[in-house]
């Protein structure tokens, strides 16, 4: 069981995570609400007005996105300081990788839209491997959300997928600042996240979300790998390869 200083750590990063999404949705809901109430209803609103309100309903929508994405890590986050076991059974789980990674990347092209993000799948052919699929689909869009926040903006970000012998890697690749080689090894604890918080180089000591991946990722049957490819971030899922035999 978790002690108190780990209750009360966990709970203030969690509360960092809070913070940002509930503000946009205030600002914009209160921002259109302002524009409803000064609306003369004989004097039709004109296209500039219109962009600026879909442009707020479009910034309140990816916050709630967000904090839906807040909620099922503190869901997974409780399980895993209670010590919450792997989800799935001990029978290999056929897991389509390419599938998901698909599903993951059209959840958040509104959001890499905003930022003038390209985000895309990379793929030589389909991949199978064995794990849960709630649980890596919840590791997979916390990785991508991760990708969509740090990317600078105009550049690409590649969901990579592909084997590795026995296992099959989902590898998150961006142009944003990579993790150090020596704070890669904690990067996706929730100890780590919080001695990182306000370093200058933690790109991910912000919240819980990195951590939460690597607590979904293990929930379902895979590690998270923390890295640099060809100079940029890399951040993936490795998992068990699926074979028909198996």
């Avoid at 799948?121 to 926040?149: F, H």
Wanted: glycine letters at 10%; hydrophobic letters at 45%.
């Amino acid at each position: 069981m978790s002690e108190p200083n780990d209750i009360a750590e966990t709970l203030s990063l969690l509360a960092h995570d809070l913070k940002n999404p509930l503000a946009a949705v205030l600002t914009n809901i209160g921002f259109v609400g302002g524009f409803v109430d000064t609306l003369n209803p004989d004097v039709p609103p004109d296209e500039n007005e219109l962009t600026d309100v879909r442009e707020a309903m479009l910034d309140a929508k990816l916050a709630c996105e967000a904090l839906q994405r807040f909620v099922s890590n503190l869901e997974v986050v409780a399980r895993d300081l209670g010590g919450g076991r792997a989800s799935f059974p001990p029978e290999p789980l056929p897991l389509d990788i390419l599938a998901l990674a698909d599903e993951v990347v059209a959840r958040h092209r509104g959001a890499a839209s905003a930022r003038r993000l390209e985000l895309s799948v990379e793929s030589a052919g389909p991949c199978w491997a064995r794990g849960d699929r709630d649980s890596i689909l919840r590791a997979v869009d916390n990785l991508v959300a991760n990708a969509v926040q740090y990317a600078p903006a105009g550049t690409r970000i590649v969901v990579d997928v592909g084997g590795r012998g026995r296992e099959v890697a989902l590898t998150v690749l961006d142009d944003g600042v990579a993790i150090p080689e020596g704070m890669r090894e904690e990067a996706t604890s929730r100890p780590g996240q919080s001695r990182a918080k306000g370093s200058a180089e933690a790109r991910y000591g912000r919240g819980l979300a990195l951590y939460a991946a690597a607590a979904s990722a293990r929930l379902g049957g895979g590690r998270v790998v923390v890295g640099v490819r060809d100079g940029k971030s890399a951040l993936g899922i490795h998992l068990v390869r699926f074979d028909d035999g198996q």
